[in-house]
């Protein structure tokens, strides 16, 4: 099965910094990478799909990229609103469908 | 508008079984499949299985395999997860989300509200 570990597992950053989260897959899945944002008791929401499109209404501080087995999410400038877990999932292969482990983000 | 809503939540003893439903609107049922996925408290998430709304086809994860049951009912739109053998670490929120009619091919666009199911004895 392919793993998917992201990194880093819990950030704190300040309001107005720029975020970088990581996803790499143990191996490679094209660009058929999504990111989910959870808020605390909130169902997950998708914000990007293959790797890098953003979903309709998701702010565009909110970027993604990648290839392959590694592949990123970048806020560009962190709000309040932000705070969450962020889920990475591979999908378009063979099951399992798995997810990343989860970064949960913070303002400092 | 696309709705998921599923059903209440459970309180089941272990070794007892589930049956979470959830309820499909706003969109074509047998053009999708719905995939199902949990989260343990304060834990991730975590993928359980698929299947397509279309056939009845079925796709679950190993760890799950013997256990878990997806169905679904044409006629009222909605799609079912049981889980058999209940075990304290089964207790979770467990979601549905649409899927594609090909096992994985989508991101989950659309979620259900989540099911609350707790195994105590």
């Known amino acids: 099965d392919i793993q998917m570990t992201q990194s880093p597992s819990s950030l704190s950053a300040s309001v107005g910094d720029r975020v970088t989260i990581t996803c790499r897959a143990s191996q490679g899945i094209s660009n058929y990478l999504a990111w989910y944002q959870q808020k605390p008791g909130k169902v997950p929401k998708l914000l990007i799909y293959a790797a890098s499109t953003l979903q309709s209404g998701v702010p565009s501080r909110f970027s993604g990229s990648g290839s392959g087995t590694d592949f990123t999410l970048t806020i560009s400038s962190l709000q309040p609103e932000d705070v969450a877990t962020y889920y990475c999932q591979k999908y378009n292969s063979a099951p399992p469908y798995t997810f990343g482990q989860g970064t949960k983000l913070e303002i400092k | ?121």
């Open chain 2, 1 to 121: 508008q696309v709705q998921l809503v599923q059903s209440g939540a459970e309180v089941k003893k272990p070794g007892a079984s589930v049956k979470v439903s959830c309820k499909a609107s706003g969109y074509t049922f047998t053009s999708y499949g719905i995939s199902w996925v949990r989260q343990a408290p304060g834990q991730g998430l975590e993928w359980m299985g698929w299947i397509s709304a279309y056939n009845g086809n079925t796709n679950y994860a190993q760890k799950l395999q013997g256990r878990v049951t997806m169905t679904t009912d044409t006629s009222t739109s909605t799609a079912y997860m049981e889980l058999r053998s209940l075990r304290s670490d089964d207790t979770a929120v467990y979601y549905c989300a649409r899927d594609s009619l090909l096992v994985g091919a989508s991101p989950y666009y659309y979620w259900g509200q989540g099911t609350l199911v707790t195994v105590s004895s």
